[in-house]
Structures are given as C-alpha cells and as structure tokens.
C-alpha cells in the first residue's frame, strides 16, 4: 500500500479551505486528517459548494458510525457525478476505517483538478 503522502495532503487542505472556507488548520497529518473527514460533513459541504444541490439531503450531525458512512458513501456519488475518473475513487472503508487514506488523498486531489479545470478557484495546487 502506498505510504500516505503529505505533499498531496498540504495542496488538498489548502484547495479544500479555499473552496469551503472551513480552516483545515487541525487536519494536518494522517491521524487528524482521518478525524477531520471521517464523519463526511466537510466532504458533503465540499460537494454543494463545487456542484450546488450534488448531495441534496446528507447527515449534518452525524453521531453515529452508519450516518458517517452514508455521508462518505454520498461524498463518493457525488465525486462520480463530477467526474472523477473511478480508478481514483475511494471507498467508504478507506476513509472511515482509515484503511487507505492514501487513496482518499488520490480521489480528493483528482477531485480538485476537475474542480479547477471547470473554473473553480482556488485552483488546487497539484
């Protein structure tokens, strides 16, 4: 399994902040970046911001492990429909589960280069 990759970490917190203007000053680092997207909130809000209405209905207050997961389960449907090209899809495990944190770097990055060539700003940084 490829080694989680920091450099890819520091462009797509930078482009996520950007976008959402949630600071992702405490995501910094494989633990808490795993603590700061687990729930899918972040990721939800991500996908209405680059596509308005992508995810109509997600868990806002997602306590409970099967809402987090339905959250990321939403975030990878939304991510298909943008465009992301499947081979660098996650799955909801490797978020959640933290099992390829690595992979979900792979997608979010993938995710802010489309983003970016449909004209959003900022553009990410990879």
Same mark, same amino acid.
């Given at each position: ?69 339905? @959250?990321?389960?939403? /975030?990878?449907?939304?991510? !298909?429909?943008? *465009?992301? %090209?499947?081979?660098?899809?996650? $799955? &909801? ?6 099992? @390829?944190?690595?992979? /979900?770097?792979?997608?979010? !990055?993938?995710? *802010?280069? %489309?983003?970016?060539?449909?004209? $959003? &700003? ?5």
């Amino acid at each position: 399994m490829p080694t989680y990759s920091t450099e890819i970490e520091t462009a797509v917190l930078e482009w996520i902040q950007g976008v959402t203007g949630v600071s992702m000053a405490d995501a910094k680092g494989e633990a808490a970046f795993h603590a700061k997207f687990k729930d899918g909130i972040v990721l939800c809000e991500l996908m209405n911001k680059l596509q308005p209405g992508i995810i109509k209905k997600f868990n806002k207050k997602a306590k409970m492990p099967f809402m987090q997961m339905e @959250n990321i389960g939403l /975030v990878n449907e939304a991510m !298909r429909a943008y *465009g992301v %090209k499947s081979d660098y899809l996650f $799955v &909801t495990v490797d978020l959640f589960e933290k099992q @390829n944190l690595n992979q /979900v770097l792979i997608g979010l !990055r993938d995710l *802010g280069t %489309k983003a970016t060539a449909k004209g $959003v &700003t900022p553009a990410i940084k990879i």
